[in-house]
């Protein structure tokens, strides 16, 4: 295992007795518990060898008492429940703990082909220091196609501390299959819901989390393209979704970031569709082609510039050496 | 639409924002980072030339370097490369670096991270932890509790190996704890852990529970991950190649969002 060592053991401001040194800072009895009340952990040990019990020590000092964030090293410090400061406060009017209903829809990009595979795991978790909350939901989800088009609807109870999966490889799908994974819960707290997307081939996994609009009418990948990583090993594909209900226009630039000359396509895409680029092929081939010398990214821009038109992208690099694949959002 | 344009660089005009990233072995691999200011804007807007990038980099909790990135407008890029730093990183994943984004207000920056695999040229890029500096906002902590990080599936086969790495990017320790939400919804935890300021941590999925290897690969990754900690927490999961070594995931989890 990795260093796990007690920290005292490493600082050199430490005595290593667990006393510090000179300068303060150091060590677990020096470092914050609380940072709403601003309490350490010698302070707590302190109040308690004073008061007696940890419901004592939340009446002294106010711990735990704000953002609750500390529970669970309370809870560890003293071998006591640390109390429920939000018992008895309808959800409402404590920032839903719990469950409350709602329809927060989150959205995120599917692919099976012979390229890759897609699966999709959502989390009903409670957060530790909440403690026994009961979070059960219903969970709706929807797969569209590529046009926009429900292919599969379905829903399910999601009980507390369970995990969705939705998996392309255990679904009749028409191949290949570009879409679109949307998630609704019955509740508006997301919790620990967001969910994440694991892309894989038979060598590789990749994944990141659902792309909710994200409210970014002009995004860019973040990788820089000349004559050279065209004659590599990488190719980059790109992922473009509509969730809205209404067509989008948007425009691809491939810029070159020293000049500016580009190179760019506007089209559109109708409600809840997607659409997959090889970017090598389509994008930066063709602007390097023209600007043979050019370093260039990828600029993708809804044209409206209307954040809440933003398309949601994800951006792919497959390594055709090892056959890899490596992802993320922007 | 409502679009002010920026004023020639004027301190009160201007943010800072943090990120913290690990430092991948250099050994391996050569890193470096990318930021286009002009994302999220809806135009241009003049030519102040108010962003740059500052680096400070730190291994085993020491301060071992720093970089500063060239200035540009919001039409610019800035690459910064980290190949100068190779001798301090070799082999390990132990190396932590923050930057400090000074960027022009209302533009809300990210930077991603990009690292490229010596061997293979496998490339891979994540976006930086931005954490806004050790300034604790109350309502965010209690709302998203952002000390309490979440990351649903766990996907370990023959092939993937999934880890956590725990970035402590503030002048004070903190603890955290790692639990594991399994198939059949139990909640296993590892001991309190405890990380050092400006310091990273990594432990692969079969190092924090290795008792529950066979329950995590018969679960078709029907498992999820939570790392609590003191404060709020800058934490990254990455999946990595086994046979090979080679990254192809580095993602942050996410807040538990009480909203």
């Not at chain 2, 790392?227 to 990254?236: F, G, N, P, T």
């Amino acid at each position: 295992m990795s260093e796990t060592t007690l920290i005292e053991a490493k600082n050199p401001a430490c005595d290593g007795k667990g006393g510090c040194g000179a300068k303060g800072a150091c060590g677990e009895e020096d470092s914050i518990v609380c940072y709403c009340f601003k309490l350490t952990t010698k302070m707590l040990k302190e109040a308690y060898k004073k008061h007696g019990s940890l419901k004592a020590v939340e009446a002294a000092t106010r711990v735990g008492s704000a953002c609750t964030g500390c529970k669970v090293i309370l809870h560890s410090l003293f071998g006591e429940a640390p109390s429920d400061h939000y018992a008895g406060i309808p959800a409402a009017a404590s920032g839903s703990l719990c469950l409350q209903p709602g329809h927060r829809t989150m959205k995120g990009f599917i692919i099976a082909n012979d390229q890759l595979e897609s699966a999709v795991y959502c989390s009903n978790a409670v957060a530790p220091q909440l403690g026994d909350c009961d979070s059960t939901t219903k969970i709706d989800w929807t797969l569209v196609d590529h046009r926009g088009t429900p292919v599969i609807m379905d829903s399910k109870t999601m009980r507390t501390n369970e995990t969705f999966v939705f998996d392309t490889r255990k679904v009749n799908l028409p191949r290949p299959f570009i879409g679109m994974f949307f998630v609704t819960l019955d509740r508006s707290n997301v919790g620990a819901s967001r969910f994440n997307i694991y892309w894989s081939n038979s060598k590789s996994i990749t994944a990141t989390h659902e792309n909710s609009s994200s409210g970014k009418p002009n995004t860019f990948v973040p990788i820089i393209i000349d004559k050279e990583f065209l004659a590599g090993q990488n190719t980059i594909y790109s992922a473009i979704m509509n969730p809205h209900p209404k067509t989008v226009e948007f425009r691809l630039s491939v810029f070159d970031i020293d000049t500016g000359d580009e190179v760019h396509w506007e089209s559109e895409l109708p409600a809840y569709a997607s659409i997959w680029i090889n970017s090598n092929e389509h994008l930066y081939k063709p602007a390097l082609k023209k600007y043979p010398k050019g370093r260039f990214a990828l600029r993708v821009l809804t044209t409206s510039l209307d954040m809440h038109s933003a398309l949601s992208n994800y951006f792919f690099v497959h390594n055709r050496k090892t056959d890899l694949w490596t992802s993320n959002h922007i | 639409m409502d679009i002010q344009p920026y004023l020639e660089y004027d301190p009160s005009k201007v943010a800072e924002l943090q990120f913290a990233a690990p430092l991948l072995p250099t050994k391996e691999y050569s890193t470096f980072v990318t930021n286009f200011p002009g994302m999220n804007c809806f135009e241009p807007y003049g030519t102040s030339g108010n962003f740059f990038l500052s680096f400070t980099f730190y291994r085993g909790g020491k301060k071992v370097g720093e970089l500063h990135s060239n200035h540009v407008d919001e039409k610019g890029c800035i690459q910064s490369f980290f190949d100068e730093f190779t001798d301090f990183f070799p082999e390990s994943f132990d190396g932590l670096v923050i930057t400090h984004y000074h960027f022009a207000l209302n533009v809300p920056p990210e930077l991603y991270v990009s690292a490229v695999h010596k061997k293979t040229g496998a490339y891979v890029a994540f976006p930086a932890s931005a954490y806004m500096g050790d300034t604790i906002y109350i309502e965010g902590h209690a709302r998203h509790l952002e000390n309490t990080m979440f990351w649903p599936g766990i996907v370990a086969n023959e092939h993937s190996q999934e880890s956590v790495i725990i970035l402590n990017p503030y002048d004070v320790p903190f603890s955290y704890q790692v639990s594991l939400f399994l198939k059949d919804r139990k909640r296993e935890q590892t001991p309190i852990k405890k990380i050092r300021p400006f310091s990273s941590q990594t432990f692969s999925i079969d190092e924090l529970f290795p008792n529950y290897r066979d329950e995590i690969l018969a679960s078709d990754g029907m498992c999820s991950l939570c790392v609590a900690a003191q404060y709020k927490v800058v934490a990254l999961i990455m999946f990595k190649n086994r046979e090979t070594g080679i990254i192809t995931t580095i993602d942050h989890p996410h807040s538990y969002g009480m909203y």
